[in-house]
């Protein structure tokens, strides 16, 4: 892989790289979110979001072979970060808090993916790539509807 990026698309392939890892990351997190949610509606939600997650990951090695390139992992700090945070504060939370403290990573991790898309489809448009910008939007909506989701069930149970 690239030690210096020199154009827009080595960048793209590296964040494409990191997309993997992001995408490896959330399905961790999403099984780990579902078991310490207490409500079923709040598992279930992150059940839905596990099986779309498998899709994008799908959708990222068809953006590989589109580009011809083999998928090469590159670290995503970010989502690992959100992770670590969200595990740690499931330790320290009473179960009546733990919908809550799910909830939050879980939007916390569909914001640092929707930013990730965001860039790459920038990019992707500007190469006219426009394959990889259409299975890149796929991901994005899948994302940003799941963002929504997460952050009305959290507005409701904080009010409630
Ligand atoms: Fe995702
Ligand atoms: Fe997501």
């Not at 964040?15 to 409500?39: F, H, I, K, T």
């Not at 992992?73 to 809550?100: N, W, Y």
């Amino acid at each position: 892989m690239f030690e210096h990026f020199e154009n827009p698309r080595e960048l793209l392939e590296y964040r494409l790289g990191a997309a993997v890892s992001m995408e490896r990351d959330s399905l961790s997190m999403l099984g780990d979110l579902e078991e310490a949610a207490q409500s079923e509606d709040v598992k279930q939600m992150y059940r839905h979001h596990a099986d779309e997650t498998r899709q994008q990951s799908q959708n990222l090695d068809r953006i590989f072979e589109e580009l011809q390139i083999s998928a090469a992992d590159q670290p995503s700090p970010t989502t690992k970060g959100i992770a670590r945070e969200g595990s740690s504060l499931i330790r320290k939370s009473e179960p009546a808090l733990l919908d809550m403290v799910t909830l939050s990573a879980a939007l916390e991790t569909e914001h640092a993916e929707i930013a990730a898309y965001q860039s790459m489809i920038c990019t992707a448009d500007a190469l006219g790539l426009s394959n990889v910008v259409q299975l890149l939007t796929e991901n994005l909506e899948q994302e940003e509807h799941t963002s929504k989701e997460l952050y009305d069930k959290l507005r409701t149970l904080s009010a409630a």
